[in-house]
C-alpha cells in the first residue's frame, strides 16, 4: 500500500532562511503529489501539485517542490521563510486518477524565528 | 458562498447531546470526505462518499453517522460521545475521475465532548 513519510514533525528556521520541509513517497510508481497548509484552526489549503508537466512545481506563498523519482521525494522549498510561514504543512499522494483516496503524511509544524 | 464550508465552526456537547456537523461544497464535486483531526495524531480519514454512494468507512464507531442526500451536502449526526471524540472535524472534497485533481477543505468544526 501507498505510503507517505515526512521526516521531522517540528522544523524550526529563522526569518529569512531557507524552508526544506521533507516527504518520501513509497511506490514504485510515481503517484500525484500534493502539499497542504493549515494554519491554526482552520482546514488544510493547496500549496502545489505535481502533474507530471515539470520536475520542478511552483506553488502559493513563494514554495516550489521538486519531484525525484530515483529518490521518490517530493521535497518542499522556499528560499527564504517569513513569519507568516508558520503554520502545518502536509504532504499528500493520490495513488491514480480515477480513485479517491488521498494518503496523508503526519505533517511537519513549521516555526519561523523572529 | 465559495468553496467548502462547514457549519457549526465550533461545537461544545455533552455525552449524552444529539448534534450534527454540515458540510457544503459549491465546486460541482462527486466525492465528499469527513476527516478527524487530532493534536499529535495523523489525520484520519472516517468517512468518504463517491457519486452519493458511502466507499470508504474506517471502522468508525457507530455513535458517528453520516449522511450524503446528495452530491452537495454531507452531515456527521453525532450522539452519545466520549471525551475522546473532541476534535478538529475537517470536510473535504474533490472530483473523481481522470487527472491529477487535489482535494479541496472546509475550515473544520472544532468539536470539544465534555
Known amino acids: 500500500a501507498q505510503s507517505v513519510t515526512q521526516l521531522g514533525s517540528h522544523v524550526s528556521v529563522s526569518e529569512g532562511a531557507l524552508v526544506l520541509l521533507r516527504c518520501n513517497y513509497s511506490?514504485?510508481?510515481?503517484?500525484?503529489l500534493f502539499w497542504y497548509v493549515q494554519y491554526p484552526n482552520q482546514g488544510l489549503q493547496l500549496l502545489l501539485k505535481y502533474t507530471s508537466a515539470a520536475t520542478l512545481v511552483k506553488g502559493i506563498n513563494g514554495f516550489e517542490a521538486e519531484f525525484k523519482k530515483s529518490e521518490t521525494s517530493f521535497h518542499l522549498t522556499k528560499p527564504s521563510a517569513h513569519m507568516s510561514d508558520a503554520a502545518e504543512y502536509f504532504c499528500a499522494v493520490k495513488e491514480t486518477s480515477g480513485t479517491y483516496k488521498y494518503i496523508f503524511g503526519t505533517g511537519t509544524r513549521l516555526k519561523v524565528l523572529a | 458562498e465559495t468553496g467548502v464550508t462547514q457549519t457549526p465552526r465550533h461545537l461544545v456537547m455533552g455525552m449524552t447531546n444529539k448534534k450534527s456537523l454540515k458540510c457544503e461544497q459549491h465546486l460541482g464535486h462527486n466525492a465528499m470526505y469527513w476527516y478527524k483531526q487530532s493534536a499529535k495524531k495523523p489525520l484520519e480519514l472516517m468517512f468518504v462518499?463517491?457519486?452519493?454512494?458511502?466507499?470508504e468507512n474506517n471502522s468508525v464507531p457507530s455513535r458517528f453517522s453520516p449522511e450524503c442526500p446528495n452530491s452537495s451536502h454531507l452531515f456527521l449526526h453525532l450522539h452519545t460521545l466520549q471525551p475522546e471524540d473532541s476534535a478538529l472535524y475537517l470536510c473535504a472534497s474533490s472530483q473523481v475521475g481522470v487527472g491529477n485533481n487535489e482535494q479541496f477543505f472546509g475550515p473544520g468544526t472544532r468539536l470539544t465532548v465534555l
Open positions: 462518499y463517491s457519486l452519493e454512494e458511502r466507499v
Open positions: 511506490s514504485s510508481v510515481p503517484p500525484y
